[in-house]
């Protein structure tokens, strides 16, 4: 189904719905006027931008606190609750500067009628024109409200963070293969490191051709099976050489292209070295490569069954070794694996599950503010420094990597060993252990980090 994804905009009359619609459309295309009930259809565009990962239909509803109810205004009630129904995203627009009763009895309905469960909700904190405004939330949050984003509609201000927070909840419904997975995995590592031969244990049967040819696979070969009771996709991608992104080589560059694609679309990487070879210089530079795309990463140690003498710490030993050299394997599960033999192939697809679970991990807006807030007055790490650091405002933008924007008053202030501080913390208490976790800091002051 090519359906795109609908995005409704919601709220009572007269609090910018329609400054917010035409901003998000970059039309005027929504009436504007300071004057309650001037919108009374749902107006319904499709919205493309480059700063929109995936296109979808933005609606404009109602404002829904009407007074008298007539023939006219029970259709606008029943059509604007019926279109929210159908929403796969809703935004509620609150006036920062007045919060009405028919406000809580909107926040009311969401929270107890189980139709809307299942239908993310970001409510738009409206009129925050002050950096200060971000750091005064707790009204809000008192309400049982987890997702809240103050912004300024007129002003533009934070709508930046909106549209991040609009991609990061309509993921899912970007570039769906035909087949609908619930795991999609893709193998990547030096030629020859016995990539087809792992695709081809999983399958049961030869899918890709094996051979002792460096480089017999030229593009990616993907296939489905069943693994407890789930659809797996799993990718056998053509072998990264050195230099492949600039060799002159077509069909070699075609391969390297098809490969990063593979990449992106994949929910989790199976990094494959050949347990004799241990880990090179380009299979660093193979790692850096899926790091940067922020995806869970599971290193799978090939040919094992190849090394002799081995006894009860040689795994623990060859371990340490790789994480000596590479100090960033210290959070990457290592599994060493035999795709001849079959050994330990599925727990290598156990732990792909466990970082797949990781990687949809959402946190409210309310429980990270919390705990960020939390954790920055415990500590005294930031005691010395001459401006202090404060968090304004944080809230979560993507799930993988888990990528978490923060408003501050310096970013200058917030040194290295404060971020690591915090990500350390994050990982301990949202449980992201092997997931890339990315702070990036900003400022109206216009400094960034």
């Not at 619609?21 to 480059?50: S, W």
């Not at 660093?284 to 290193?299: N, Y």
């Not at 140690?301 to 070794?321: A, C, I």
């Not at 035999?338 to 990687?359: I, M, P, T």
């Amino acid at each position: 189904m090519n359906a795109l994804p609908i995005v409704t905009i919601v709220g009572r009359q007269n609090v910018g719905k329609s400054t917010l619609f035409n901003k998000i459309y970059k039309k005027n295309i929504a009436i504007t006027h300071d004057y309650p009930g001037v919108t009374r259809d749902i107006l319904k565009v499709a919205v493309e931008r480059q700063d929109i990962q995936s296109a979808f239909h933005l609606c404009d509803s109602p404002g829904l606190d009407i007074e008298n109810v007539d023939d006219l205004n029970q259709s606008i009630i029943e059509v604007s609750f019926q279109q929210l129904l159908d929403s796969h995203l809703i935004i509620f627009v609150m006036d920062r500067n007045e919060v009405t009763a028919y406000d809580h009895r909107l926040i009311d309905l969401f929270h107890k009628d189980p139709r809307f469960h299942a239908i993310p909700i970001i409510y738009c904190i409206n009129k925050s024109d002050k950096v200060e405004d971000d750091a005064d939330l707790e009204y809000f949050y008192r309400q049982g409200i987890q997702e809240v984003l103050p912004i300024s509609a007129l002003g533009r201000r934070n709508l930046k963070l909106l549209y991040e927070k609009i991609n990061f909840y309509l993921k899912s419904y970007k570039g769906k293969s035909k087949v609908n997975a619930d795991l999609s995995v893709s193998i990547v590592g030096k030629p020859n490191s016995g990539k087809s031969s792992v695709l081809n244990a999983f399958l049961g049967y030869q899918r890709a051709v094996v051979s002792q040819i460096a480089g017999t696979t030229r593009d990616s070969v993907n296939s489905y099976f069943q693994y407890k009771g789930k659809t797996i996709e799993i990718v056998d991608t053509a072998g990264i050489r050195k230099q492949s992104k600039n060799s002159k080589d077509k069909l070699e560059f075609l391969s390297f292209n098809r490969t990063i694609k593979s990449l992106d679309s994949s929910d989790v990487i199976i990094h494959l070295i050949d347990a004799n070879k241990g880990i090179g210089d380009y299979d660093k530079k193979i790692l850096s490569t899926i790091k940067a795309k922020g995806k869970p990463i599971v290193l799978a140690v090939n040919k094992w069954d190849l090394l002799e003498n081995k006894d009860s710490n040689t795994f623990k030993n060859y371990r340490q070794k790789l994480t000596d050299r590479l100090f960033a394997l210290k959070e990457i599960p290592i599994i060493s694996i035999s795709a001849k033999e079959k050994q330990r192939l599925f727990r290598v697809l156990d732990e792909c599950l466990v970082l797949q679970e990781k990687s949809q991990r959402k946190v409210s807006t309310a429980a990270l503010n919390r705990k960020l807030k939390e954790w920055m007055e415990n500590t005294k790490i930031a005691s010395s420094v001459k401006n202090p650091p404060k968090l304004l405002y944080a809230t979560q933008v993507s799930s993988s990597p888990f990528k978490v924007i923060c408003f501050v008053n310096h970013v200058s202030s917030f040194r290295a060993n404060i971020l690591t501080y915090l990500k350390k913390q994050m990982v301990q208490e949202f449980s992201l252990q092997g997931i890339t976790v990315e702070l990036e800091l900003r400022s109206d002051r216009r400094q960034k980090a």
